[in-house]
């Protein structure tokens, strides 16, 4: 009769036990099917509950094997033993998927934390390249910029120097038609002599404004190197 009682409170205890073990199961396999999925997502709250189910089988048990310990019939206490064992066995299984589970959870949080420090030291880095480009950009747009003022000083003295040339030509052939004019009117060599004189001065002023301006194109040059 203590036999009687004894297994019917065991049976109790087996029973909760089993509603335990599905009920963990069914959440161990959630967990693993939200893991494959292709959004890998999460869910603390069903990982605690699963975990806290586990720990309720683990107390059951402890229970159980109490229980079947005081069952007078040794057939029966060998029939409660292998259920309480299979009992506990498959709760460590769960328990084993359950680990197993929140390893591989810690280590795909772990992995994305690493790719979100490289995206961010990698976008740190293109914004330093982009500024090294924006600043060599700029370089060498200055350096366009003293080229072209450069050719343009160059392009003026090359068209002062053409006045000067076509200066002395228009002065070279007025001194020819003046010495003509002069000498058919009979004007004395004196005054050739001082009309000749005047033809070189002009013609030292005209090359000491053409070695000016060289002189000033070049120093231009410099400056704007």
């Not at 049976?11 to 893991?35: N, P, T």
């Not at 709250?45 to 683990?58: M, R």
Request: charged share 30%; aromatic share 8%; net charge positive.
């Amino acid at each position: 009769m203590a036999g009687m009682e004894g297994g019917g409170t065991l049976s109790e205890v087996y029973q909760s036990a089993r509603k335990l073990l599905l009920r963990a199961r069914d959440g161990v396999e959630r967990l693993e099917r939200f893991e494959s999925s292709v959004s890998g997502t999460d869910s603390p709250e069903l990982s605690f509950a699963v975990k806290k189910d586990i720990s309720q089988i683990h107390s059951l048990c402890a229970d159980m094997d109490r229980l079947w310990r005081s069952i007078p019939a040794k057939s029966q206490r060998d029939l409660w033993k292998r259920k309480v064992e299979q009992v506990a066995e498959e709760a460590d299984s769960l328990k084993d998927s359950l680990d197993k589970y929140s390893m591989r959870n810690q280590r795909r949080m772990l992995e994305a934390k690493e790719r979100a420090e490289l995206l961010g030291r990698a976008n740190g880095e293109s914004a330093h390249v982009l500024r090294i480009f924006d600043e060599e950009a700029q370089a060498m747009q200055s350096v366009r910029n003293s080229s072209r003022m450069l050719q343009e000083s160059f392009e003026t003295g090359t068209a002062i120097l053409s006045k000067y040339a076509e200066q002395r030509d228009r002065l070279k052939r007025a001194q020819r038609k003046a010495l003509d004019v002069l000498n058919t009117v009979g004007l004395s060599n004196s005054v050739l002599r001082l009309i000749e004189r005047r033809n070189h001065v002009d013609t030292w002023i005209k090359y000491v404004g053409m070695v000016l301006t060289v002189v000033i194109v070049y120093f231009f040059w410099k400056w704007t190197r």
